[in-house]
């Protein structure tokens, strides 16, 4: 903890119990002491010296990590599975403190998915108020009509609320790169499905400034510090633009499931992500051209 008071809902979070909208609800409701006396008012402030307990049990801040994985496709983000299926902490060695995921993803996707013990990161990326960016190829069942693409922009009416993407670009073959800065259930399957389309597969590539870069199925890598910091500054409403990437370091180790691995993986190159204006570009609601990609396989 730093030395510098912060408020408590910040501090809980920081402790891994949940968002600050959470905490609240945890201060609110007589659950939280402060050095022995119940504290209700959400705008007390702790320090270092001071002993904060939630439902009698000592708080303390663990120390800070986030990491991120490469879900594959047929694994779920839950921590059981009643079906006895897979679950992305059984990709996680033993020993790190209690992580949570941000911003799930279903069981036929994979792709980038960010965990972290750091409740007040985890809300500032996944509140629909910050319209983090988050990119996503998509395989369909067959070659997209650009002339669709408007209505995708536009918006369509899901069964789970109102959709829309803020790009829709072509890539090769039957797939396409999206944007979305909303966080609907299943958005980009049921809006495909809207104007006609199946999706056979869909891999998010991109959380704001976070690539999946050369992460395969199953592995993960460690963010370090002062890609925490980055993380802390950088414009939420960015996308990092492709860039070459620099020469990767050994490849994470693919652990079995339940089996344990070292803590140490390759870093991510992250310095610039905090930077604002520079390498960024904001998506744009009706681009037009199309980059290249690689291409991949439903659950590949």
């Known amino acids: 903890m730093s030395g510098q008071p912060l408020r408590l809902n910040r501090y809980l979070a920081s402790a891994g119990h ?24 959400l705008a007390t402030r702790v320090g270092s010296a001071d002993a904060v307990a939630v439902d009698g049990l000592a708080c303390r801040t663990p120390e800070r990590i986030a990491l991120m ?61 910050n319209k983090l960016p ?23 009416e899901t069964e789970f609320g109102f959709g829309r993407m803020e790009a829709v670009d072509l890539l090769p073959g039957p797939r396409v790169r999206v944007v979305l800065s909303q966080g609907l259930k299943r958005q980009v399957r049921l809006m495909f499905r ?17 690539k999946l870069g050369a992460l395969k199925p199953g592995q993960w890598k ?8 980055a993380l802390d500054a950088m414009d939420l409403g960015a996308v990092v633009a492709d860039r070459p990437e ?12 339940g089996r344990k691995k070292s803590l140490k993986s390759r870093h991510t190159d992250l310095e610039q992500a905090g930077r604002r204006g520079r390498g960024l570009l904001r998506p744009k609601a009706r681009s037009t051209g199309a980059k290249p990609g690689r291409r991949f396989r439903p659950g590949a």
Do not use: W
């Open 18 to 41: 949940g968002s600050r909208r959470k905490c609240d609800d945890l201060i609110r409701s007589g659950r939280v002491t402060v050095n022995g006396g119940i504290v209700t008012d």
């Open 69 to 129: 994985l490469h879900k594959p496709k047929g694994v779920i983000c839950s921590k059981v599975d009643l079906s006895d299926r897979p679950t992305v902490f059984q990709l996680l060695p033993a020993g790190l403190p209690q992580l949570f995921y941000v911003g799930r993803l279903d069981v036929d996707s994979e792709g980038l998915l960010l965990m972290t013990n750091d409740g007040d990161l985890a809300e500032r990326i996944s509140h629909p108020r």
């Open 134 to 156: 988050k990119v996503y190829e998509v395989l369909l069942d067959r070659p997209f009509d650009l002339k669709l693409r408007a209505a995708l922009l536009r918006g369509v």
């Open 194 to 210: 809207k104007v006609g389309f199946k999706v056979a597969g869909l891999r998010r590539t991109q959380i704001g400034g976070l």
């Open 222 to 229: 460690m963010l370090e510090a002062r890609d925490l910091r």
């Open 246 to 257: 620099a020469p990767a370091a050994s490849a994470p180790r693919r652990a079995a499931f």
